[in-house]
């Protein structure tokens, strides 16, 4: 039964582990999705790709969380291992292997349920935010919030073909503000990353360029190749924005006329 017992700890313990690693790894700027998928790659082992290994070694705060992540990792991954095994070898009745063997069945159960469990996620992770913040030097920054990453706002990167519709354009002839779109930041293959360029700045093939704006609107400009439609396309995209600012601009007067009236 102790062995059993000890089974669930570690294994409560090595969940607890990868989800103050992931939440780590999120204040430093790295998403929700892929911070989870690399606090559980570098804990268990198993290996990540090498466009996302370049973020986290380049990054030297990344490199720390990851590194101890694996150290820990490792040694949790021999005593779950070790638990399981004497769990059913350490019992001489058949009884005793079927009780510890319910045990780790419930125990899973119920850490299954709280690790799916949102309001135990908006729980912890609020803990977690306090503690990083109260005890470490990471600069605890909600990036979600900052970026407004929802109502269909999102951050992406995309990789410029020589027959994209912004290759060999600088950011003022493509005026993608008009269409609500901005581009953070510029990678450039055997140079270095241009972060914020500004209007003269050209687009050249191999790029990587590092957008924000509203998901249809990066949708529809990653499908842009030279040509009559893509202009078209960029002509009625300018108008939706132009419209959608004029209809936010009326709500908040609205909502100015309406407080001045009471």
């Given at each position: 039964m102790i062995a059993a017992v000890t089974l669930f700890i570690v294994v409560t313990l090595s969940a607890l582990i990868t989800r103050i690693a992931a939440i780590a790894l999120v204040h430093t700027g790295l998403s929700t999705q892929i911070a989870r998928?690399?606090?559980?790659?570098?804990?268990?082992?198993?290996?990540?790709?090498?466009?996302?290994?370049?973020?986290?070694?380049?990054?030297?705060?990344?490199?720390?969380i990851i590194f101890n992540l694996m150290l820990i990792g490792n040694a949790?991954?021999?005593?779950?291992?070790?638990?399981?095994?004497?769990?059913?070898?350490?019992?001489?009745?058949?009884?005793?292997?079927?009780?510890?063997?319910?045990?780790?069945?419930?125990?899973?159960?119920?850490?299954?349920?709280a690790v799916k469990s949102d309001m135990v996620d908006r729980a912890?992770?609020?803990?977690?935010?306090?503690?990083?913040?109260?005890?470490?030097?990471?600069?605890?920054?909600?990036?979600?919030?900052?970026?407004?990453?929802?109502?269909?706002?999102?951050?992406?990167?995309?990789?410029?073909?020589?027959?994209?519709?912004?290759?060999?354009?600088?950011?003022?002839?493509?005026?993608?503000?008009?269409?609500?779109?901005?581009?953070?930041?510029?990678?450039?293959?055997?140079?270095?990353?241009?972060?914020?360029?500004?209007?003269?700045?050209?687009?050249l093939s191999d790029d990587v360029i590092t957008i924000y704006g509203k998901s249809n609107g990066i949708r529809n400009l990653y499908n842009r190749k030279k040509g009559f439609k893509a202009e078209m396309d960029h002509q009625r995209y300018m108008k939706k924005e132009e419209k959608r600012q004029e209809t936010q601009h009326q709500s908040e007067a609205d909502e100015e006329h309406a407080d001045t009236e009471l």
């Open positions: 998928f690399q606090a559980r790659s570098a804990y268990t082992g198993a290996g990540y790709s090498t466009s996302e290994s370049e973020k986290i070694m380049n990054h030297p705060v990344r490199r720390k949790g991954i021999v005593t779950v291992m070790s638990s399981l095994i004497l769990t059913f070898v350490l019992p001489d009745t058949l009884s005793s292997k079927l009780y510890g063997l319910g045990i780790v069945l419930v125990g899973m159960m119920i850490l299954s349920w912890l992770s609020k803990l977690i935010n306090r503690m990083l913040k109260r005890y470490t030097d990471l600069d605890i920054q909600d990036y979600a919030s900052v970026l407004h990453l929802k109502d269909d706002y999102k951050i992406s990167e995309k990789h410029i073909d020589a027959e994209d519709w912004m290759c060999n354009q600088t950011l003022l002839e493509l005026d993608l503000r008009r269409e609500g779109i901005t581009i953070l930041g510029v990678d450039r293959k055997n140079d270095r990353y241009y972060g914020s360029p500004d209007g003269d700045f050209k687009l």
